[in-house]
């Protein structure tokens, strides 16, 4: 999910929109979003900031009425339009990673991800049972996806 339709916003079919990234600007660069629990896919006609909000043109979304039909609802895009950062990558790939110590042992596989307030948690299921590592540069070390493997330095109590 990227953002959410929070109104409509004039007569001509804008939606001012929350933007649920730390680079709402890479709305610019979407050729698409998807919309709703349905995921409706509609081509992105504009994207600009406005007085401090950001709103979001929608080919097919031509009057106000059309835009307050899609109030409350969740953009997504798919996974292919957002450019990653050096050293960025998904949850998705997250899980299923083998996870060894800097000093070579086996700890098990990441088998979760627990979203918290703070920051995420790697659950780990290994032969010593289930190890929870927060995901801090204290405790992981790397993540090499292509290789599938994340290492770790395990803090005195992990």
Avoid: C
């Amino acid at each position: 999910m990227v953002g959410r339709v929070l109104r409509a916003w004039g007569i001509r079919g804008d939606l001012k929109i929350a933007p649920f990234t730390d680079r709402p600007e890479d709305f610019q660069g979407y050729r698409f979003v998807f919309v709703g629990p349905q995921q409706k896919r509609y081509e992105v006609k504009s994207f600009r900031p406005y007085q401090g909000n950001w709103l979001l043109h929608l080919t097919g979304v031509e009057s106000r009425e059309d835009a307050e039909a899609l109030h409350g609802q969740e953009l997504f895009i798919e996974v292919a339009q957002r450019p990653r950062q050096e050293g960025e990558f998904y949850a998705r790939e997250v899980i299923g990673l083998k996870v060894r110590t800097i000093k070579g042992e086996e700890l098990g596989e990441v088998t979760e991800i627990l979203v918290t307030g703070a920051n995420d948690v790697y659950v780990v299921q290994g032969p010593q049972g289930e190890r929870l590592l927060p995901a801090r540069v204290e405790v992981i070390k790397g993540i090499d996806v292509e290789a599938g493997i994340m290492t770790v330095d395990l803090l005195p109590g992990l």
